[in-house]
């Protein structure tokens, strides 16, 4: 699972860099005020989790419990789903969607809500795994 988060991490964390760069040097001149906030906070929430996700891997070398893996995954889906629908949605005006952005706008919260399972099953590792510490 260490290999694992490693390399998620590395993807999620270059492909962050990438995304807020783009957002500071090329689209701020595209998009709205507006949007480029949207823009910036998917790419917030995408480092975020990847520390989460880096995390997870980490703790999981100590002890390795399925409510670990559970993490890693809603975090990586969480990345996905919230941060990519807000890259998206902070181009809907540009790329004109139109219909597009009625099946975007639920998948954030989705995204987020995926966030928060992740943070949640961190949590009940932590109650059931760390009596001792």
């Not at 996700?53 to 703790?59: E, N």
């Not at 954030?108 to 928060?116: D, K, N, Y």
């Amino acid at each position: 699972m260490l290999r694992k988060s490693i390399i998620l991490a590395a993807l999620f964390g270059g492909l962050a860099v990438i995304m807020g760069a783009f957002g500071a040097h090329k689209i701020k001149d595209i998009v709205s005020p507006q949007d480029l906030e949207i823009w910036n906070k998917g790419v917030l929430y995408q480092f975020m989790h990847t520390f989460a996700i880096l995390s997870v891997g980490l703790i999981s070398k100590i002890h390795f419990h399925k409510t670990l893996n559970y993490a890693l995954i809603t975090f990586a889906l969480g990345i996905l789903l919230f941060s990519g629908s807000l890259y998206l949605l902070a181009f809907r005006n540009v790329m004109d969607m139109g219909n597009a952005v009625k099946i975007l706008g639920p998948i954030t919260p989705i995204g987020g809500s995926l966030f928060i399972a992740g943070w949640i099953s961190l949590l009940i590792y932590g109650l059931k795994h760390s009596k001792n510490d």
